[in-house]
């Protein structure tokens, strides 16, 4: 399984920005309910989940610094999940990565109302996003 993270950019605060993750080796029209997640990393601080969906049925989960504000979707048809980002601030300022659960957690990925790093697997290389003026 690999996820590749695209779309990111220099935007300016309030801007939009929707950042793409392309999987490979893995089906997210699966019958079993994986999560797949945008998780990001600012400099000098750990990495940690922004937004995260699960593949059976569709359930969402966002970090209360990005609710109302970022939303997660999926696109069978391409085998893409998105992260479109709105009203942007420079405390989104982060590389941006996607990554899947290592099993069929589904909505359990959130159930400690966070996303676990050492749950999720096939980071691959980020994408980097600075909100600035």
């Known amino acids: 399984v690999q996820l590749q993270a695209s779309g990111g950019g220099l935007v300016q605060p309030g801007g939009s920005l929707r950042l793409a993750c392309a999987v490979y080796?893995?089906?997210?029209?699966?019958?079993?309910?994986?999560?797949l997640g945008w998780f990001r990393q600012a400099p000098g601080k750990e990495r940690e989940g922004v937004s995260c969906?699960?593949?059976?049925?569709?359930?969402?989960w966002y970090a209360g610094s990005v609710k109302g504000r970022f939303t997660i979707s999926i696109d069978n048809a391409k085998n893409a999940v998105y992260l479109q980002m709105n009203s942007l601030k420079p405390e989104d300022t982060a590389v941006y990565y996607c990554a899947r659960s290592k099993g069929d957690y589904g909505e359990r990925a959130w159930y400690f109302g966070y996303l676990r790093l050492p749950d999720f697997r096939s980071w691959g290389h980020g994408t980097e996003v600075t909100v600035s003026s």
């Open positions: 969906i699960s593949t059976g049925d569709g359930r969402t």
């Open positions: 080796g893995f089906t997210l029209d699966h019958y079993a309910s994986y999560a």
